[in-house]
């Protein structure tokens, strides 16, 4: 189909909706009309759009009628993951991704899990596990979590993130230690326990075709289909930033995946930035989707730029008053020109060409942002620290923790984590009992200047406030 008769088609479309809508129901809201949410922009061609939600805000009013309204494919942004529903071993806890999933499917709306399996956010009990035993927890956890949920979610990111950052190789991690077949065994399970969800990989740093990360997992992804493992789907998160910008290339990774016979869904989409290059950005990237038939739906990491895990970049297509932005109008038009790229690019490769020049990612884009709270400044100390708590989801918490030089430079810094504190998941910080001191990058921070770092915390989050520096 060309742009031309697309464009045309769903004019006339819309044309006939409208006067057959105004001859039957003279009351009907022009809003509401298709194609006038995302949902219903993405509806026209069989797609979804979707939302990550946090449970606690399910009673702010503006947040959960925007989500009603725009969106009808829902992800627990942490509810369903392996630390809230086991939080002690065999003791299952589904109160608050219940909470989401019933939300969802009340509205009518399809509920994407995620996600059973990932070295990250694991309960406490499990991160210390190893060997047989732990193989056997996971596999437990995801037949006891996808059996509780069996029939009613569409997708499941069995595993997630589970390659490496450069090299094209596996993550390091317990689960991975177990032996290379963690992952098929996940997937196995996943399938014996509810037949009828489709099953996902999910990575972030997987959207540029020449990176070996994307490789890797492509090469993964074609085995399991050449061996009968259980896999449909590929969610490619695409956390975008000027670290680990949109790739030019997008397209054809997206198109190289689908043609090993698998969906495509785009998982975590987020944005950083603002204005009219945000929102060509988002542009592309529907377009992207929709010029690829396997790319089934869009879900992005959040409602408004204040509920974002990277809220300081303002990377979602509400802002923090819940006001549709330049992103949301360009994501919306993208949408209703089903598929045509605002932007005629390129036309994509040969997928069965390989990359020339497989390359590593320039960043982590899942590195937790920095706190935006300046901690109270303190002239006679050498540094100050202040705690603050960025989510918290049962069984767990991120936190970030602003320290803050006094009126002389520091290098180097030592923070003691307040009691009872329990994480094996910090970034910018070296821990080692209950002190984090800073990475080797992080040490000299100018008279007044500060940084930052963070971790997922276990159990119930600390006070936020301040905390000893030296
Ligand atoms: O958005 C989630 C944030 O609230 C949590 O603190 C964080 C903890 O790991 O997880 C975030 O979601 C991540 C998702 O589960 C997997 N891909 C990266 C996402 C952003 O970090």
Redesign the pocket.
């Known amino acids: 189909m060309t742009p031309s008769s697309m464009s045309r088609r769903a004019r006339v479309a819309s044309a006939l909706a409208i006067v057959t809508l105004g001859a039957t129901i003279a009351t009907t809201i022009p809003a509401q009309a298709a194609g006038s949410t995302l949902q219903a922009a993405a509806s026209e061609s069989g797609r979804y759009f979707g939302t990550?939600i946090?449970a606690f805000k399910l009673n702010d009013s503006t947040y959960s009628s925007i989500a009603n309204r725009e969106f009808n494919m829902i992800t627990a942004?942490?509810e369903m993951?392996m630390d809230a529903t086991e939080p002690s071993q065999n003791n299952f806890s589904y109160s608050s991704g219940d909470q989401i999933l019933n939300w969802a499917r009340s509205n009518g709306k399809r509920v994407r899990g995620?996600?059973l399996a990932w070295h990250?956010?694991q309960p406490g009990w499990m991160q210390n596990m190893s060997g047989t035993q732990l193989r056997n927890a996971m596999l437990n956890h995801v037949t006891q979590v996808a059996t509780h949920y069996k029939g009613k979610i569409y997708a499941w990111d069995v595993v997630?993130?589970a390659y490496a950052d450069s090299g094209g190789g596996r993550r390091d991690s317990n689960l991975q230690r177990t032996g290379d077949d963690w992952i098929e065994a996940a997937f196995r399970a996943a399938r014996a326990a509810d037949p009828g969800a489709k099953l996902c990989y999910?990575d972030?740093n997987t959207d540029n075709w020449t990176w070996a990360k994307t490789q890797g997992v492509y090469n993964m992804v074609k085995d399991f289909k050449a061996r009968g493992v259980p896999i449909d789907c590929v969610g490619f998160?695409s956390?975008f930033n000027s670290g680990s910008p949109y790739p030019s290339n997008y397209r054809t990774t997206l198109q190289n995946f689908a043609a090993l016979g698998v969906e495509v869904q785009i998982t975590?989409l987020d944005i950083e930035g603002s204005g009219q290059q945000q929102a060509q950005t988002y542009a592309n990237v529907v377009a992207d989707c929709l010029a690829v038939k396997a790319c089934t739906g869009i879900t992005v990491?959040?409602v408004r730029d204040s509920d974002s895990?990277r809220s300081s970049g303002t990377p979602l297509l509400f802002d923090g008053s819940g006001n549709k932005k330049a992103a949301y109008t360009s994501t919306l038009d993208a949408l209703n020109r089903g598929g045509v790229p605002t932007d005629p690019t390129t036309p994509p490769t040969d997928p069965t060409t390989p990359p020339t020049d497989p390359t590593t990612p320039p960043t982590d884009p899942?590195t937790?942002p920095t706190d935006p709270t300046t901690p109270p400044t303190d002239p006679t100390g050498r540094c100050t620290a202040s705690l603050a708590i960025?989510?918290a989801?049962p069984g767990g918490y991120?936190a970030t923790v602003t320290v803050k030089a006094g009126s002389s430079s520091i290098n180097g810094w030592r923070v003691t984590l307040p009691s009872g504190v329990s994480t094996s998941?910090l970034w910018n910080g070296v821990l080692a009992n209950g002190v984090v001191t800073n990475a080797p990058y992080n040490g000299s921070v100018g008279a007044g200047q500060s940084t930052t770092f963070g971790f997922?915390g276990n159990g119930s989050a600390p006070s936020a406030g301040s905390v000893t520096c030296a």
């Open positions: 990550a946090a942004e942490n993951k995620h996600a990250s956010q997630n993130e999910n972030y998160q956390h975590e990491w959040g895990w899942t937790p960025a989510n989801w991120q998941n997922v």
